[in-house]
């Protein structure tokens, strides 16, 4: 059974620091690039950034509303991405999803999300 | 405002077919590979299509997509009530080096 598991989220204060983790199990993790996409609640999706594959030097890119203060990380001996969160402000609170994608073979798994609230 | 563009919302009364469509530009929709996702509040995103118009495994021959120039389509026949929920079209925009997503269409079935 295909699963991706966030964990980490929480409540931290505006200009506080979190990271998350994402463990993935039951495919092949390392042939996946790993997204990370956020939604505030009701409103729409809203992509992070992206770790693609070591044939792809694990080059990563991000969203313009977090270059700078967000880092995306994986250790495939372990099956798991990070994001690691710095400088959040208030408008960085939102369920944080990790998705892996891959378009051969085709994957596009979800995890469940985590809840990262940014308030004082 | 999000990269692409998507209707607010639709609806439709049981049995019928409902097109939501998606509206981009050249360096995402007119270049790129469109997903369509459906999400139910309070659950993760699933993909209904991939790569404009493929269907997963699993998905309902009742969804399908397609694409022509800058905008694609959602369209979904036979309307049931489960399929009340909101539906997202994603592309890779190669002027942003980053994926985008439609601002979502709340489907209701009335």
């Known amino acids: 059974e295909v699963q991706l598991v966030e964990s980490g989220g929480g409540l931290v204060q505006p200009g506080g620091s979190l990271k998350l983790s994402c463990v993935a199990s039951?495919?092949?993790?390392?042939?996946?690039?790993i997204h990370w996409v956020r939604q505030a609640s009701g409103k729409g999706l809203e992509w992070v950034g992206r770790?693609?594959?070591?044939?792809?030097?694990?080059?990563?890119t991000y969203g313009v509303s977090v270059k700078g203060r967000f880092t995306i990380s994986r250790d495939d001996s372990k099956n798991t991405a990070y994001l690691h969160m710095t400088t959040l402000k208030v408008e960085d609170t939102a369920v944080y999803y990790c998705?892996?994608?891959?378009?051969?073979?085709?994957?596009?798994?979800w995890g469940q999300g985590t809840l990262v609230t940014v308030s004082s | 405002q999000s990269v692409l563009t998507q209707p607010p919302s639709a609806s439709g009364t049981p049995g019928q077919r409902v097109t939501i469509s998606c509206s981009g530009s050249?360096?995402?929709?007119?270049?790129?590979?469109v997903s369509w996702y459906q999400q139910v509040p309070g659950t993760a995103p699933k993909v209904l299509i991939y790569k404009n118009n493929q269907r997963p495994s699993g998905v309902l021959d009742r969804f399908s997509g397609s694409k022509s120039g800058t905008s694609a389509s959602l369209a979904i026949s036979g309307l049931r009530s489960e399929d009340e929920a909101d539906y997202y079209c994603?592309?890779?925009?190669?002027?942003?080096?980053?994926?985008?997503f439609g601002g979502g269409t709340k489907l209701t079935v009335l």
């Open positions: 039951g495919f092949t993790f390392s042939a996946s690039s």
């Open positions: 998705r892996a994608g891959s378009p051969n073979p085709f994957v596009d798994h």
């Open positions: 994603a592309a890779w925009d190669d002027s942003l080096n980053g994926r985008v």
């Open positions: 050249s360096s995402n929709i007119g270049t790129n590979y």
């Open positions: 770790i693609r594959t070591e044939p792809n030097s694990y080059a990563t």
